[in-house]
Structure formats: structure tokens, C-alpha cells
């Protein structure tokens, strides 16, 4: 299960997605107005993206078992509850 | 002790049962790493979006006095690192050391790069007196205006004090972040001098590859510093 | 694998090696839960000291021997000492060390060497904290609000330092732990055959994972703030103080159940084997650790409800810090619930299990009161928190913690303590911890405010009462500690291997254990637990 090796292909295919898209962050960043928001959230979007892509095939966790995915999600899932509560106090506040 | 000397290719540690055990034990240690190293640099990401909340001008302004083509180099060699990375990870485990080596010493030259491009960010906005710490913080206001978009040039008469808060964020990130190149820096030495010892089989490389896990992570914060800081 | 035999002439693991050095680079888990119990202690008296002292000042209205920075000064380091040297350290680096790996049939715990790091980054750290009482001093609190400790005597960016390295003891002790469980288990040992005691260190390491790192930062940036002057907590450059409450508070929120989950462990453990009954509700009070720990995450705002945070905000985190009540009165319930009809014996152990039953509930309680909005308004800054503190971590996890201390003594030394004395020191500690708390309910609710050390006059009978109070506790610890220490040296040797007829795997070897714990790894076949 684990002594998955990922071939050089799809190395190079996910370096080149991950190129692609830093691509496309700065385009969309630089020449699409969508007002502030709607830059901050098209950038977030491309973002959480790449870092899939990264998660998945650079940290191998497509080929991972439940667990190691559990973990890091673990970490983001409580990261978005800290971000989301303390944000939720200043638009309250 | 009982760190007696085996050979860790063939063998597990004392503890262990088989070595695939004691990889699965490694790497998950490495996952659950990287799960603090999320929160830690998320509690910065917290900071950044509260100000952003408040001071979403000077943001656009302070994003804007930055050199996004420097960053988007910087995006690039940092992508590039992580390829050659994740490649000596592939060339490891299918055990041609001598390629890893090689890739390794690309990821490091890339590391170096990195560091370099940093270093003349840091020192031109230093010299416009753009860091906030000590008594240094003197912002050379003509120089952030001439570096604004037209859409923002009516921005920066509303309230410059608190740009200085962007530029604290952009150094604790940037700062904390380019502290974890210089571990991953630290770290591929330690992997070069073990492949060197010819330490590592198709059957044992946990280390390369939490190695890789580490310089990966810090890719992936770079994914979001990038955008949020440079282009936003 | 083959390194058993090169050890199996030196007996067990205390002294298969001999020398100050075998004992400072050792990574057997055993021997470092045996330097943490050297080091804890040593900070637990210390600590106990200027709890001491802090209430000897308050014996008379006014100021006795102390003044006001002295006074804050004792009273900080009385905290931090006692939060970050003794309490989180105290459970799952000490005793989770020595029993872990012995309860789920390893031999290990599967880092060895971080583990023996993590003792050494307590072990700094406190030094950096102990370091900074050369420079004056600390007069924040233990939880170093900005901007006053962002202004305060520089001795706050060493003690920042300290706590700062030994979150990093926290961390790897988490990681390990986790890593252990998952991958080290005997075979045969499923998780819904995990003792229970195993089942809290795994609830508390995920919060010391995921919890730690965010103190690391915050620490950081106070450092930065005071070093460098970046003024990210500054209100008068932009910065936000609330801000750091709330970093403040998302890891030391979670911290407190790092205390007391794994204490709630013990707990389960000794009632089980001490009434010799089957635990009642085994998966409930499996899940309700791992409850405590999430819910954890979404409660930190109640120590800010008068902080200026959003008024919003508080009652979401108010509603939300009632849910904490829920899984910690299944567990209460469940262990009440074993312990009838079992055959209780009264040992030292018990006893102290039954004091944290009995303190723990008032504390659980009394902390629905502050988790209510509005009577937190009233209630916040006065001694009715101390005493609601005190009960948590003192009634509750120090009380497990010296209850798991005297279970696994007999295995850790291999030999016995002295019964009645073990308790008379149950027994004091639980007479005095009630007369030093109990009136500092009725003084705060009646409005006496914390962290001063005068008073008005009308407060006298309650502090006297309290002080008095203090002593029996103090005494009744010391006498523990006495009788542990003299068990160890003097103690009859107890060749039993399992004295109080326990279930769980670490009863069915030697004690002391040998160096890798188990001549041959148990299979196991069954839940534990299973008496009769």
C-alpha cells in the first residue's frame, strides 16, 4: 500500500498543472476586476487548489491510507474553525 | 544503550516488529508534523485576515508597494524545488541514490535561490524604511506611490499609519517562513551526507521522504503567502 | 529484535544500567518517566511553595510581608509553574510515558529519542523560567495579557522563551503518543480494546498536536512585540489586544483538558480496579474523551466574554461551553455507576480517585455557572474563578494525577509504600483542599476580587479560613510525596506482579518491568476490564 512510487510522469504533469496555475493567479490578480472580495476569493480558490494537487501527488497522499489524510485534514479542518470564529468576533464586534 | 549498531537497511529498530512498520510509525510522525506546522502558520493567517478586515486598504496598498514579479519567481523556484523533491523521493524508493543525490543538490540550489531573491526584497524595502521593528519603520511615501496601480493611487491619503501592520505580517510570514527554508536547507544536508553513507534501499527511506513532506509544506504555505501578500 | 538478550543480565529496567549517564541519554520510556517524576516534583514543590506563601500573606487584611509586585510576582510564577511545569507535563509525559507502552503490549513508545527530547525541552524551558526570577521576575499573570506584558519588566520575554520551548516537550510527547497507538499495539489489541487510560492520552495528544503549535506562535509574536516592537498587539499602532486573548485562549482553552482528560483516565482505571467490576459504559467514556477534546476547540471565548469581545460571539461561545458538560457528565456517571454494587477497596489509589470524583463534580459545576453569559459579568476576576480553577486542576487533575502515582507505584519501583500513611495524605489533602476553597466561593460570589493582595475587612474569616486550609493541603502533599519517595528507597519489596488484581497487560509482567518490557508479546483476546 504504501511503497506506492510515483512515476517521473506524473511529476512532471503535476509540476506543470502547478506552474499552469500560479499562471493563472497572477493573470486573474492583475487583469480580471471582480472587485476586492471577488480577487480575494478567485486567489484563495486557486490556491487551495494547488495545495491539493500538492497534498495529493508531491505529499502522496492519493496513495496514502485513511489516517495521514484524517490527520491533515485534521489540521486544516481546525484551522478553518479558528480562522471562522475569530473573524466571526470582529464582524460582530 | 540500546541503539546498538544494526543495519538499518535490512533491520527495524528494536521496537519495531518490521521495517514496514516502523516506516508507516515514521511517516505518520512527519503527517502529524505537519498538522502543528498547519496550525502554527495558521495562527499568522488568523492575524493576517482580522487586519485584512480592518485595514483592507492598506493591504492593497502595502501588496502593492511589494515586487510581485520577485514573488512570482520566487512561486517558480519554489514549485521547481519541490518537483525535484518529490522526484529524488520516486528516485529512492526505486533505489537509484545517485539520481536523488543529484536531485537533491537542485533542491537545494533552488532553497539558495529563494533565499537569495528574499534577501533583496527584504533589503530594498528596508531601505525605503518599510520595516516595522525597532525604530527603523520611516515609510518613503513617494516611492510606495510611484509603485501603486492607478486604481489604488487615491487610497493612500485615507490612513497610512496603519500600513505598518501589513508590513508586520508580511515580515513575521515571510520571516517564519524563510526560517523554515533554512531548516529544509539544514535537513537536505542531512539526507545528501546519509545517501552519501549509502544509508538508504527501496526498503528504508523514511527520511527522504518526510524530508520531502517538510520542504512540501513549505511550499504549500508559499502557495498562499504569495497571492495574499504580492497580488491581492 | 536481537538486542534483548545483551540486556536480559541487568534484571529490570532501573538498574540494567548503572551511572547519572545511562540514566541522561536513556531512551527507555520507563526511565524517562522516572526523570519526570524527579523533575515535576521538584517544580510541584516549588510551585507549592509560593501557594503557600501567597496565602500567608492573605492571612490578615492587610499586607503582611509582602508587597504588591512581590505579591503579583509570587502569584505568576505560582501559575506558570504549576500550568506549564507540572500539570500538562504531570499525566501524559509522566505516567503516559511509564504506562502507555506497557498497556498496549509494546516495547516502546515508537520514538524513543524524541521522547528523551521532549524531556530535555521541559527541561530548558523551566530553567529559562527559573533563569528569569534573576531578572526580577514576572508580574503578569500566567497569561501574559497584552499590552501589559508587551510593557512589562524583561524578565517576561525569558519566561515567554521557557514556555515557549517547552510547548515543544508538549508537541513530540503528542506526536509520539499517537504514533504509538495507532502503530505499536499488541496483537489482538483493537482500539475498542484499548484500556481507557490509553483512550484519554490519545484525547489529549490530539489537542497537544493540534493546540500547541498556536501557543508557539503567539509566544512568538509576544517575543517579536517586545523585542523588535512590531506592535501587532498594540492598539495605539493598529494592533489588536484581543487578538492575542484569542490566540491566547485557542490553545490554552484546549490546555486545560490536557490536564484533565488523561487524569479523567486514570480515574477510569483505578474505579474499575479497585471496585472489581467491569467498567460501566466502556465506549461511553471511550468516545466522551475524544468528545471533550473536539468540543475543546470551540469554547476558548468564554474567558473573554468581558474582554471586549463581540457580545454575539459570547453567547455563541456560551451556548457552546455548556456542551463541555454533557460528555464529562457521562464519564461521572459511568464511574459512579461502577463503583455500585462493585466490592470498593479504600486504598490510596481509591481514595484519591473518589477525592477527584467528589472535587472534580463541584468544579465541573460551579464552571456551568461562568460558562452562563450574564453571571459571568458578575462571577469573572473574583475569587469564585480561583476557586473554580483550583477545583478543576487541583481537586481534579492533581488529585488523578497522585491517584495514577500511587496505582503504578508498585510497578514503577517494585516495591510498596506505606498504606496508611498513603491515607492519611489522601484524606488531609481532601479535608484542606476544602477549607482553602470553599470560602473563596463565598468570598467571590460576594464580590472579592483576585490578584490583590489586601482586602477589606469584611473577607478576614474567609481568607483566615483559607489559609488555614492551605496548610492541610500543603502538608497532606508533602506527605504524599514523602511516602513515595521513602516507598522507593525503603519501601518492602512487592515481587507481586499485579497487587491490585488489575486487567489491563502492564499487571501481567515483572515489577519492575524489564528493560523491554514484555519476554514475549502478549496476544490479546479480549476487552479489559473483564472481572469475575
Known amino acids: 500500500m504504501s511503497h506506492h512510487i510515483v512515476p517521473l510522469k506524473t511529476n512532471i504533469i503535476t509540476l506543470s498543472t502547478l506552474v499552469f496555475l500560479t499562471a493563472v493567479t497572477v493573470l486573474t490578480a492583475k487583469y480580471i476586476h471582480l472587485g476586492e472580495n471577488g480577487n480575494l476569493v478567485l486567489a484563495m480558490f486557486i490556491a487551495c487548489v494547488k495545495a491539493t494537487i500538492v497534498f495529493g501527488w508531491f505529499m502522496h497522499l492519493k496513495y496514502e491510507g485513511i489516517m495521514n489524510r484524517v490527520i491533515a485534514l485534521c489540521g486544516l479542518g481546525f484551522l478553518l474553525l479558528f480562522v471562522g470564529l475569530s473573524y466571526l468576533d470582529l464582524f460582530f464586534r | 544503550m540500546s541503539t546498538a549498531s544494526y543495519d538499518k537497511k535490512t533491520q527495524a529498530a528494536h521496537h519495531f516488529d518490521s521495517l514496514d512498520q516502523q516506516h508507516e510509525a515514521g511517516k505518520q510522525g512527519v503527517w502529524l508534523f505537519m498538522a502543528t506546522e498547519i496550525m502554527m502558520f495558521g495562527g499568522l493567517f488568523v492575524g493576517y485576515f482580522l487586519y485584512r478586515f480592518k485595514f483592507h486598504d492598506m493591504y492593497i496598498v502595502g501588496g502593492d508597494s511589494l515586487n510581485w514579479q520577485l514573488g512570482a519567481l520566487n512561486t517558480l523556484v519554489l514549485l521547481i524545488s519541490s518537483f525535484t523533491m518529490a522526484q529524488a523521493v520516486t528516485e529512492t524508493m526505486s533505489g537509484n541514490n545517485k539520481k536523488a543525490l543529484k536531485l537533491i543538490y537542485v533542491t537545494v540550489a533552488c532553497a539558495f535561490v529563494f533565499l537569495i531573491v528574499k534577501y533583496f526584497e527584504y533589503s530594498a524595502k528596508v531601505h525605503h524604511g518599510m520595516f516595522p521593528g525597532f525604530d527603523m519603520w520611516n515609510p518613503d511615501m513617494t516611492y510606495i506611490m510611484s509603485q501603486l496601480r492607478e486604481s489604488s493611487q487615491g487610497i493612500i491619503t485615507a490612513d497610512p499609519a496603519n500600513l505598518r501592520l501589513f508590513f508586520v505580517l508580511y515580515f513575521a510570514m515571510t520571516g517564519l517562513h524563510g526560517i523554515h527554508i533554512l531548516i529544509g536547507i539544514g535537513l537536505m544536508f542531512w539526507i545528501i551526507k546519509r545517501i552519501k553513507n549509502d544509508e538508504f534501499s527501496p526498503k528504508y527511506y523514511t527520511a527522504v521522504e518526510g524530508v520531502g513532506l517538510y520542504w512540501h509544506i513549505v511550499d504549500i504555505i508559499w502557495i498562499f503567502l504569495f497571492p495574499l501578500m504580492y497580488l491581492i | ?532
Open chain 3, 1 to 532: 529484535m536481537s538486542q534483548s538478550d545483551t540486556h536480559s543480565h541487568g534484571g529490570n529496567y532501573i538498574n540494567c544500567e548503572k551511572g547519572l549517564w545511562s540514566w541522561l541519554t536513556t531512551i527507555d520510556h520507563k526511565r524517562i518517566a522516572l526523570m519526570y517524576f524527579i523533575v515535576i516534583m521538584a517544580f510541584f514543590l516549588f510551585g507549592g511553595l509560593f501557594a503557600v506563601l501567597l496565602r500567608l500573606e492573605l492571612l490578615t487584611p492587610e499586607p503582611l510581608f509582602m508587597t504588591g509586585d512581590m505579591y503579583n510576582r509570587a502569584m505568576t510564577l505560582h501559575g506558570s509553574i504549576m500550568v506549564f511545569m507540572v500539570i500538562i507535563p504531570g499525566v501524559p509525559a509522566l505516567l503516559g510515558n511509564f504506562a502507555l507502552p506497557l498497556m498496549i503490549g509494546a516495547k516502546d513508545v515508537a520514538f524513543p529519542k524524541l521522547n528523551l527530547g521532549s524531556w530535555y525541552c521541559l527541561v530548558i524551558g523551566a530553567a529559562i523560567v527559573v533563569l528569569s526570577l534573576f531578572w526580577g521576575g514576572v508580574d503578569t499573570g500566567w497569561t501574559f495579557y497584552t499590552p501589559y506584558s508587551a510593557k512589562s519588566s524583561d524578565a517576561v520575554t525569558l519566561v515567554v522563551l521557557g514556555a515557549f520551548v517547552m510547548g515543544f516537550s508538549s508537541i513530540l510527547t503528542g506526536v509520539n503518543f499517537i504514533v504509538t497507538i495507532h502503530k505499536l499495539r499488541a496483537p489482538g489489541m483493537t482500539m475498542m480494546r484499548l484500556p481507557l487510560f490509553v483512550w484519554s492520552l490519545y484525547a489529549t495528544a490530539i489537542i497537544q498536536v493540534i493546540a500547541t503549535p498556536v501557543l508557539g506562535i503567539t509566544l512568538l509574536l509576544l517575543i517579536f512585540e517586545r523585542t523588535f516592537g512590531i506592535g501587532i498587539f498594540d492598539a495605539s499602532m493598529g494592533g489588536d489586544p484581543v487578538l492575542f486573548q484569542h490566540f491566547f485562549w485557542f490553545y490554552s482553552h484546549p490546555a486545560v483538558y490536557i490536564m484533565i482528560i488523561p487524569a479523567m483516565g486514570i480515574v477510569s482505571e483505578v474505579i474499575s480496579t479497585f471496585s472489581q467490576k467491569t467498567i460501566f459504559g466502556y465506549k461511553a467514556i471511550a468516545y466522551s474523551s475524544l468528545a471533550i477534546s473536539a468540543i475543546s476547540f470551540l469554547v476558548w471565548g468564554h474567558h473573554m466574554f468581558v474582554s471586549g469581545q463581540s457580545g454575539f460571539l459570547g453567547k455563541i461561545f456560551s451556548i457552546l461551553t455548556m456542551l463541555v458538560g454533557v460528555p464529562t457528565a457521562i464519564k461521572m456517571f459511568n464511574w459512579v455507576a461502577t463503583m455500585y454494587k462493585g466490592r470498593v477497596k479504600l486504598d490510596t489509589p481509591m481514595l484519591y480517585s473518589i477525592n477527584f470524583l467528589s472535587l472534580f463534580t463541584i468544579g465541573g459545576v460551579t464552571g456551568l455557572f461562568l460558562a452562563a453569559f450574564s453571571v459571568d459579568v458578575h462571577l469573572h476576576d473574583t475569587y469564585f474563578v480561583v476557586a473554580h480553577f483550583h477545583y478543576t486542576m487541583l481537586g481534579g487533575a492533581l488529585m488523578g494525577f497522585f491517584s495514577g502515582l500511587f496505582y503504578w507505584f508498585p510497578k514503577m519501583s517494585g516495591k510498596m509504600y506505606d498504606e496508611t500513611l498513603g491515607r492519611v495524605s489522601a484524606i488531609m489533602t481532601f479535608v484542606g483542599f476544602n477549607l482553602t476553597f470553599i470560602p473563596q466561593f463565598i468570598m467571590g460570589s460576594q464580590g472579592m476580587p483576585r490578584r490583590y493582595h489586601t482586602y477589606d475587612g469584611v473577607f478576614a474569616p474567609y481568607h483566615i479560613t483559607s489559609t488555614v486550609g492551605s496548610w492541610i493541603v500543603a502538608a497532606g502533599f508533602i506527605l504524599a510525596i514523602y511516602v513515595m519517595v521513602r516507598g522507593m528507597f525503603k519501601g518492602i519489596p512487592c515481587t507481586e506482579k499485579n497487587p491490585w488484581g488489575g486487567t489491563t497487560l502492564e499487571w501481567s509482567i515483572d515489577s519492575p518491568p524489564i528493560h523491554e518490557n514484555f519476554t514475549e508479546i502478549p496476544t490479546v483476546t479480549g476487552r479489559p476490564y473483564e472481572y469475575r
